[in-house]
T-cell receptor
Framework: GQQLNQSPQSMFIQEGEDVSMNCTSSSIFNTWLWYKQDPGEGPVLLIA?????ELTSNGRLTAQFGITRKDSFLNISASIPSDVGIYFC?????????????FGQGTILTVHP | DTAVSQTPKYLVTQMGNDKSIKCEQN?????MYWYKQDSKKFLKIMFSYNNKELIINETVPNRFSPKSPDKAHLNLHINSLELGDSAVYFCASSLKRTGDLFFGSGTQLSVL
């Protein structure tokens, strides 16, 4: 199947620390997406990556689409308490699949003040 | 001005009952979805509709019946609820053929 392996499963960090999480797959993808889910809410798109090697930033967040097209990482710099939540990588299936997203298992981030 | 709104937020019911979850989006998107998030937070697509037409049905039991009266609404009806149906159900929408999904805030279904 088209499994996404996301790690780590959870992280406990101090405010101000940098965070890194990644996602790998055995299949080649054309699009990597990173979503964040706040407690009690639905996921929200953070960054979308469309080309192998692409490096994209969104404020303190930086994500890269691996050269092999089988992996991606997300970095958060200088973490703050509102970074708490679950971060998901996702693969987008285009064509006739009309936006079907396959999600990784998620990384639960806890930030201690 | 909620973009994707779903009701109810919480649903507690007995096994065997029938229940519905409603979803509406005011973004003008073509495509709407239902996703299920289990107790381990794993998100999996159930259905997608494009302009009221069913596009994806991910081998969901036929006790689950989505209905799209127009492209701004996608409701989910569940018959004969089972304990294993307990989960958070998310409605989402997107423009056709993009991975940028807008999710509702979820409906937490508890089957007792």
């Amino acid at each position: 199947g088209q499994q996404l392996n996301q790690s780590p499963q959870s992280m406990f960090i101090q405010e101000g620390e940098d965070v890194s999480m990644n996602c790998t797959s055995s299949s080649i993808f054309n699009t990597w997406l990173w979503y964040k889910q706040d407690p009690g809410e639905g996921p929200v798109l953070l960054i979308a990556l469309y080309k192998a090697g692409e490096l994209t930033s969104n404020g303190r967040l930086t994500a890269q689409f691996g050269i092999t097209r089988k992996d991606s990482f997300l970095n958060i710099s200088a973490s703050i308490p509102s970074d708490v939540g679950i971060y998901f990588c996702a693969r987008y299936a285009g064509g006739t699949s009309y936006g079907k997203l396959t999600f990784g298992q998620g990384t639960i981030l806890t930030v201690h003040p | 001005d909620t973009a994707v709104s779903q009701t109810p937020k919480y649903l507690v019911t007995q096994m065997g009952n029938d229940k519905s979850i409603k979803c509406e989006q005011n973004l003008g998107h073509d495509t709407m979805y239902w996703y299920k998030q289990d107790s381990k937070k794993f998100l999996k697509i159930m259905f997608s509709y494009n302009n009221k037409e069913l596009i994806i049905n991910e081998t969901v039991p036929n006790r689950f019946s989505p209905k799209s009266p127009d492209k701004a609404h996608l409701n989910l009806h569940i018959n004969s609820l089972e304990l294993g149906d307990s989960a958070v159900y998310f409605c989402a929408s997107s423009l056709k053929r993009t991975g940028d999904l807008f999710f509702g805030s979820g409906t937490q279904l508890s089957v007792l």
